[in-house]
């Protein structure tokens, strides 16, 4: 157990014996706590493996090389279909994390062997992700706003695709690109401040 991460698993939180008990099995299985993110991060080799967090209805397993995994009793959860590697296993009471124990601890001891065997997830390049019309019209009509979104890094680039693209009508999605245009120049990502 590491003394910084104390603080997440002794807060007030409706989660607080669920994140005690994934805690005990996670440590068991041989990994290294850390504080990344806010959350207890737990590392094989200094590769993050899993971690723990909370939401309203459900605390989860973080496994961020989850899309490698086998996934046999179907507990692991892909958030959205954005995401690309991670994967999730959510738990609503510590009655299911008692039930899957065994389940949970092969899914750890899975992915401490992915991070072993160096693999990776094969992620789309940031070419393979729709741009949306009225953006390719900016890009178009501005050759310095293009020159500026060609320099940020990838996964700032696939985060204002991605944001651009989700609005379904075309005055929604222009507005948003509006609103990004000084963000993309100051080589911010969409959700940075």
Known sequence: ???????????????????????????????????????????????????????????ALLFHKGALLANGDGLLIQQTENVQAARQMRFSN??????????????????????????????????EFQVPEEFKEALNNAPDLKAAFETLTPGRQRGYLL???????????????EK???KIFAGKGWNDR
């Open 94 to 127: 510590l009655k299911e994390i008692r039930m899957w124990e065994e389940a949970i601890r092969a899914t750890i001891f899975e992915a401490i062997e992915v991070e072993k065997a160096g693999l990776k997830v094969p992620l789309k390049k940031t070419k």
């Open 163 to 177: 944001h651009f693209s989700q609005p379904k009508q075309s005055a929604t999605r222009k507005s948003r690109i």
């Open 180 to 182: 990004c245009i000084p």
């Open 1 to 59: 157990m590491n003394a910084k991460v104390d603080w997440f698993f002794e807060k007030e939180t409706p989660w607080q014996k669920e994140y005690g008990a994934l805690r005990k099995l996670i440590l068991a299985c041989g990994l290294n706590e850390e504080l990344k993110w806010g959350v207890p991060c737990y590392t094989h080799q200094d590769k993050n493996v899993v971690l723990i967090h909370g939401f309203k209805d459900y605390c």
